[in-house]
């Protein structure tokens, strides 16, 4: 089974300044995906960033970087100079590719507030 | 690619009373996914369909509820003597290619139990 665990119910960042949204996760399978979407109030569910456990490079898409450390198994997303339309719910989520099963399990969220 | 569609966007209901949603995929999508998303949380995992087979379904999930999807296409979510419980948002996510392909979400179905 897997666990997606975000600790930071709520962040704040200046206009301009890089955002770090933690994600650890749990899984017994050696070959999973992480995803990354943001959801803003109107409640569509936008996808930003996928991760592989066996990609060797951390993802970049953009504003967006995933800071993978596989050791401690942590996904973390950084989003570099936040704008006000970054304000938004995020959700960290993974799917293992071993287990059988194939459902994407999600993270409770941080909801990110930019400030002007 | 219009996205994934989602019917009705809002729905009010005495409990009691039975619900059907409607969820259209992205067309050459094979895989479909139900969720349910209460405020606060994210997404709970309910129900995968593979083509017009259902291989997985939440061990949470009621014998109120159940999915179908006839012929792979579109899928219905039926929710039957609905509960003050069962209100939340019902999203609907579709994907197909690689195993590692995202899901798209539909805009989803909000559904208040009075």
């Known amino acids: 089974a897997q666990k997606i665990t975000q600790t930071q119910p709520g962040m704040f960042v200046q206009e301009k300044e890089a955002v770090t949204l933690d994600c650890t996760y749990d899984?017994?399978?050696?070959?999973?995906?992480l995803f990354w979407y943001k959801q803003p109030s109107s409640g569509e569910m936008i996808f930003l960033i996928y991760q592989g456990s066996y990609d060797e490079q951390n993802a970049t898409e953009g504003r967006y970087s995933l800071n993978f450390q596989k050791a401690r198994k942590s996904a973390n997303l950084v989003i570099s100079a936040s704008q006000l339309g970054d304000s938004a719910m995020y959700f960290c989520a993974m799917r293992g590719f071993q287990g059988g099963s194939e459902k994407l399990v999600f993270g409770k969220g941080t909801k990110l507030t930019v400030n002007p | 690619d219009t996205g994934v569609s989602q019917n009705p966007r809002h729905k009010i209901t005495k409990r009691g009373q039975n619900v059907t949603f409607r969820c259209d995929p992205i067309s050459e999508h094979n895989r479909l996914y139900w969720y349910r998303q209460t405020l606060g949380q994210g997404p709970e995992f309910l129900t995968y369909f593979q083509n017009e087979a259902q291989l997985e379904k939440s061990r949470l999930l009621s014998d109120r509820f159940s999915a179908e999807r006839p012929k792979g296409s579109f899928s219905t979510l039926e929710i039957q003597r609905t509960e003050q419980g069962d209100s939340a948002m019902y999203l609907c996510a579709s994907t197909g290619g690689r195993y590692n392909s995202p899901l798209h979400f539909g805009n989803g179905t909000r559904l208040t139990v009075t």
């Open positions: 899984t017994s399978d050696q070959s999973y995906g």
